[in-house]
């Protein structure tokens, strides 16, 4: 019988500004047995961008939807028991614990059957799954890629979207975020007439400011010096107060997403996360 436990945070837009408060009773996964098979694929950056470049040059129509509770839609292989969650007591005299039938956030599989439960869903609406990326589908209309419970799907017919968005909705429930403006933290801004896409990340990128106390700093338009970093084993030790990890993770999605200008600076940097110096 498994333990549970709650996570609270904020969700925020790509400008930084707060979008929801969610509160999440997930199982202790960890403590399951292992599992054979957990895998489930997301969608590949260079398959989103081809995606916006088709979108651009044949003008097609896009519409992004994020599934509610995506996990628990997907029905369960075999039951797992759980312990009541933190907060809840039974009526019931004798301790009593929870059997679900399907699946909950902090499962091993829980992925894996969500991305199953989706697939079959898009399949049986006429949908081909590509051979070169697993979140890529396409029918005769619409061409859609997945990451997660967030979909991005573009098509001439506006008509066909809604039609889509509607066999979709009845199980599970989502919501209609209309057109692509923003896609996992990043903004995305369209200029139809130049036929370009503009993708920045704001929100993180103040974060970054914000966690490295360069507020006041000046801006400055070359990203690195030509000089790649050294090991310095036996230079002064790293002893600021941040989190030398924490910023590189947030650089590398700033770095792989929306500003490739920083990619080789961000990637020295990265090599030294074990143990970084004072120079790094």
């Not at 995506?70 to 028991?81: C, M, N, R, S, T």
Request: glycine content about 6%.
């Amino acid at each position: 019988i498994l333990p549970g436990t709650w996570t609270l945070r904020c969700k925020q837009n790509p400008d930084g500004t707060l979008k929801g408060h969610k509160a999440r009773w997930c199982v202790r996964g960890d403590l399951q047995p292992p599992e054979e098979d957990t895998y489930a694929p997301v969608v590949m950056w260079s398959t989103i961008r081809l995606v916006m470049y088709y979108t651009l040059f044949f003008d097609l129509k896009t519409r992004c939807i994020d599934f509610s509770n995506a996990f628990v839609q997907a029905p369960l292989d075999d039951p797992i028991y759980v312990h009541l969650p933190r907060g809840f007591h039974s009526t019931d005299d004798n301790d009593v614990c929870l059997k679900l039938t399907k699946s909950l956030y902090g499962i091993t599989q829980a992925p894996r059957l969500w991305f199953n439960h989706l697939k079959s869903k898009l399949l049986r609406h006429g949908f081909t799954q590509s051979m070169h990326d697993p979140c890529l589908f396409y029918s005769k209309t619409i061409m859609l890629v997945i990451w997660v419970d967030d979909l991005v799907l573009c098509s001439r017919d506006e008509d066909a979207l809604s039609t889509l968005i509607a066999l979709l909705r009845a199980d599970p429930d989502l919501t209609d975020e209309g057109e692509l403006t923003k896609f996992l933290g990043i903004q995305v801004d369209r200029d139809i007439e130049g036929k370009t896409f503009t993708l920045t990340q704001p929100g993180l990128t103040d974060r970054v400011i914000d966690a490295l106390g360069l507020t006041e700093g000046n801006p400055k338009w070359t990203p690195t010096t030509a000089e790649s970093l050294g090991s310095n084993k036996h230079g002064a030790a790293f002893t600021n107060e941040w989190n030398y990890c924490s910023v590189i993770g947030m650089l590398l999605y700033l770095s792989n997403n929306s500003c490739p200008d920083i990619a080789f600076t961000v990637h020295q940097c990265a090599r030294f996360s074990h143990n970084p110096k004072l120079s790094h």
